[in-house]
């Protein structure tokens, strides 16, 4: 079948402005995108820069936009995207420095943001044996997240980066989680330390691409809020985000509804003197239109009591 492979182009030895180049080539049916890539390099334009290394779809090195969804070239069959027209487009992903064509840094994107989360294992004090010894159910759920083979299609579908390209990103903290539950390694406080800071856990906005994106069902979100779970459990709720989470449940679990005064001023900090004054035009204005809440003055709502059970189970539950 003849299809036309519409690929990115951008070269910085030569005037490194962004541009397009069309190659029309026969491939078999079963033909994957990597293998009408690795034809165009060795039949027509030597030039074309692209990576790949498995072939297998484990590696992740080959991962591009077909017609605007990420895949692994090595594993997308061309025929998946030439329903329509016989034509595909590849393209670098959304958010990351291109180096050439659909070479892009993957250390920007991907591999210096793992090593900031320190991606190894603080071992436990061995017991008196010299032995680490744990049971093998322990080591279930991680199994399943070491599965992940970096191929950070969860960071391209990941809605903060394109914002925030410095937000550690879900590749990145689903690696955190491995270590953070690593029921063999000592005190997890100072390793969640570096995740509350700015950028890191408190910044994902759980929209659930990630999980949609991995194609391991890894389901990167669900560890970035087990790892805000465990920063609420250790007492570490020093980011502004952690305080608003934790003033929004302790309003609604006391009160049984929001008390959106409290909530502005526990989120920036009782003893953050510089945010609290910067509520204050805010508060003036809703006073000027009557609609300024008086903090902590906020009575029970009908059937709070049962909204109060319902945080106590939940908690009960999570211990
Ligand atoms: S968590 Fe899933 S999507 Fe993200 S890098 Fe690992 S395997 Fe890829």
């Known amino acids: 079948m003849e299809v036309t492979f519409k690929v990115y182009r951008k070269d910085p030895e030569k005037d490194g402005k962004p541009g397009r180049s069309n190659y029309t080539i026969d491939i078999p049916e079963d033909a994957t995108v990597l293998d009408g890539l690795l034809k165009i390099r060795d039949e027509i334009d030597s030039t074309l820069a692209f990576r790949a290394s498995c072939l297998r779809g484990y590696c992740g090195d080959c991962l591009v936009r077909v017609s605007g969804r990420a895949r692994l070239s090595c594993v997308a069959k061309v025929t998946a995207f030439t329903q329509k027209a016989p034509e595909i487009s590849l393209d670098p992903l959304r958010i990351v420095p291109v180096i050439k064509d659909l070479v892009f840094d993957w250390d920007a994107f991907m591999w210096n943001k793992i090593r900031a989360v320190q991606p190894w294992l603080e071992p436990k004090e061995p017991a008196s044996d010299g032995e680490n010894l744990i049971p093998d159910a322990a080591m279930k759920d991680l199994r399943k997240v070491m599965s992940c083979y970096y191929c950070g299609m969860c960071d391209e579908g990941c809605t903060v ?159």
């Open 161 to 319: 980066l394109p914002v925030d390209f410095n937000f550690l990103g879900p590749a990145a903290l689903t690696k955190a989680y491995r270590f953070a539950f690593d029921p063999r390694g000592k005190e997890t406080r100072e390793r969640l330390k570096i995740l509350e800071e700015p950028k890191g856990i408190w910044d994902c906005v759980h929209c659930y691409e990630a999980d949609e994106h991995c194609p391991r069902g890894i389901e990167p979100t669900k560890r970035i809020i087990a790892l805000r779970d465990l920063a609420f459990k250790l007492g570490i709720t020093n980011e502004k985000v952690a305080r608003h989470h934790k003033s929004f449940a302790a309003s609604v679990k006391e009160s049984g509804w929001l008390d959106e005064g409290r909530l502005a001023i526990e989120s920036e900090g009782l003893t953050n003197i510089k945010g609290l004054m910067k509520l204050l035009p805010i508060a003036a204005r809703a006073m000027a239109r009557g609609k300024a809440p008086i903090p902590y003055l906020h009575p029970k709502r009908p059937g709070a009591d049962k909204i109060k059970k319902i945080f106590e189970k939940g908690e009960q539950e999570t211990k």
